[in-house]
């Protein structure tokens, strides 16, 4: 069984003081490693409270990272944040791909695999690359497709080293932000078919120890348990239902 890790995305939903009060109360739930019930807590602030933020969380057991991350290393590249910032900000992990960022940025796979390839080779930073379809494509029956290329896009050609972990976020485009739930057992058979898609890259021994997938997607305490049988998802990523303290403290309960 892998450890299971629950991030929390706080988008740019929250300036920095009600960044900061957040992340206090955090820091408070989650004091030490026995309050998380064995799992990994990670909150993805905006940028612009991470030192702060990851102060808070030091005596905790509340680990940080970034929300994006530039794929050069270093140079004029204006309103870029590199991975050597995050990683002197002390982030250990960061979003790659985010849907928003595909939506509104004009993100592509291209761009995630220039940022994955950084990351990996540049920091001990642990990725989290987001995959997932639209409304249109599940409607198109292409889904499976669609997210296979995705995964073929982002890691042809990568190396995993034996020491790196990865994390893959399954977030289905229509589901975030919206209230709409995936079926669990539906979230069950896309994290086969990912997991399936990962083994023809990196082969079995590399997927099972280094990378784990997991859920996003209006996940809420309410709907939690329904995810907590499903042996294929190794945590989530949770947006909305992430910014007040006890929601997102139950869901870690829960799963
Ligand atoms: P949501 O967001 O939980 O609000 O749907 C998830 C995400 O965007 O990572």
């Not at 928003?100 to 001990?124: C, F, G, I, P």
Request: proline share 2%; hydrophobic share 45%; with cysteine.
């Amino acid at each position: 069984m892998k450890q299971k890790i629950i991030i929390a995305n706080w988008k740019m939903k929250l300036n920095i003081k009600e960044s900061l009060e957040l992340a206090r109360e955090y820091a408070q739930k989650f004091a030490d490693e026995a309050a998380t019930g064995g799992k990994e807590i990670a909150v993805c602030p905006a940028n612009i409270a991470l030192r702060e933020a990851k102060d808070i969380f030091a005596p905790s057991a509340v680990k940080i990272g970034a929300q994006n991350v530039f794929w050069e290393e270093q140079g004029a590249f204006t309103g870029e944040i590199s991975v050597t910032m995050l990683e002197e900000a002390g982030c250990q992990y960061v979003i790659i791909g985010h849907s928003e960022r595909r939506q509104y940025l004009l993100e592509n796979y291209e761009m995630a695999h220039l940022k994955l390839k950084t990351v990996l080779d540049h920091s001990n930073i642990i990725p989290i690359v987001c995959v997932g379809e639209s409304l249109k494509e599940k409607e198109s029956d292409r889904r499976d497709y669609v997210i296979i290329d995705q995964i073929q896009q982002t890691f042809g050609g990568v190396q995993i080293l034996s020491q790196q972990q990865v994390i893959i976020a399954y977030e289905p485009i229509w589901a975030i932000g919206t209230g709409q739930v995936i079926k669990p057992a539906d979230a069950d058979t896309m994290h086969e078919i990912i997991h399936a898609a990962l083994v023809d890259l990196f082969g079995i021994d590399v997927i099972n120890k280094q990378f784990r997938i997991i859920y996003g997607g209006s996940v809420d305490s309410a709907n939690v348990s329904d995810f907590s049988q499903l042996d294929n998802i190794d945590g989530l990523l949770v947006g909305g239902a992430s910014l007040k303290a006890e929601d997102f403290y139950k869901i870690v309960k829960g799963i």
